[in-house]
């Protein structure tokens, strides 16, 4: 029986041959593979800066790190989203608080946001789960009224796409609050091998950043190799080691030729899902809002209450034909790291979706009969 996987990077000769070219020149590290990557994934986003990093937690990690936050500060985010979401703000020593997402799109709900401010909330961390892209319109206007940083988890959402005030459509991450991350994990829309990269207005908080990355070092690598004297650096505060390498920069220069192709098909796909689908009795299934477009980076479907399979037995049985699924996404809340988190705010539409959705397989490479296997099986399956 042939398998059909979950997700799978696309990635090709040009891809190689671009690796290749890193490695022999002899700059292996972070270099100008990377600041040239950096430039055109800002060039892409609109957004005047952007620094790469090692991971999409670590680019979570030195945006918090960056505004500042820390011990005794409040950051207003969701549960429901990997737990790295949640382990970031901790990473600097400040507290999430979890609110509650809405139902159709996983995103944090912005009518809960207001009742959740406290005169320790410094930061709204709102995430674009899955791609799908969240009420920024509605968030964003609340934060400045409160004076609270935004920044955007859209660890997903490359390439998604929003409509904001101009009522036209502008790619995530120009950004629209203060900053915004992105991962290149290999289960993302764009991948690096893993990755992370970071985009934002202040031109001295995003130079902050890139010595973060480094250890906080004053001199960066391009900078030493430039001088024609002899220079040390100084390590003026605490940094971590979150450096991409230029290997990674030179592979996601040719992932960003391929985004627009990669985003189309996934789009087609996902189209195809929700088209076969939508008259599933016992199925829910996402829906894009008016202000947004998701670039697919998964696809998941929502078993009712009164579904006659349950979420591991539909797992089980797909899984017995081949198809490999994913549950939906997890609650940090409900994990043993979190025991002595005590929830202020009912998450109950976030334990709904975590213990009732199901990722399917969705890649630019899935076959349309393989799609069609996938949808009949639901059909036979959940009846």
Known sequence: MKQIPVARPTLGE???????RAILSGWVIQGPEVEAFEREFAALVGAPHAVACSSGTA??????????????????????????????VRYVGA??????VEYSTGNMDPGLLAPAITPKTRAILAVHQLGMPCDLGRIIPLARDHGLWVVEDAACATGSEISLESGGWEIIGKPRGDLATFSFH???VLTTGDGGMVTGRDSEVMARMARLRTHAMSLSTAERHQTR???????PEVGFNYRLSDIQGAVGRE????????????????????????????????????YGRSNWQSFWIILKENSPKDQVGLMEALQARGIQT??????????PAYKDFPLRHPLMVSEGLQD????????????????????????????
Request: net charge negative.
């Open 326 to 335: 994913r549950r939906g996404v997890m609650c940090a809340h409900r994990e």
């Open 356 to 383: 009732r959705s199901i990722i399917l397989p969705l890649y630019p490479e899935l076959a349309e009969e393989d799609l069609d296997r996938i949808v009949s099986s639901l059909w036979e399956i959940v009846k």
């Open 229 to 235: 004297g002899v220079v040390f650096e100084a390590y």
């Open 186 to 188: 290999p289960r993302k």
């Open 255 to 290: 992932q960003l030729k391929r985004l627009p192709g990669l985003i189309e098909a996934r789009r087609r796909l996902a189209a195809r899902y929700l088209e076969a689908l939508a008259s599933h009795p016992y199925l829910d299934l996402p829906q894009e809002p008016s």
């Open 14 to 20: 040009e891809e190689a041959v671009a690796a290749r």
């Open 59 to 88: 680019a979570l990690h030195l945006a918090l790190k960056a505004l500042d936050l820390g011990i005794g500060d409040e950051v207003i985010t969701v549960s429901h989203s990997f737990i790295a979401t949640a382990n970031a």
């Open 95 to 100: 507290t999430p608080v979890f609110v509650d």
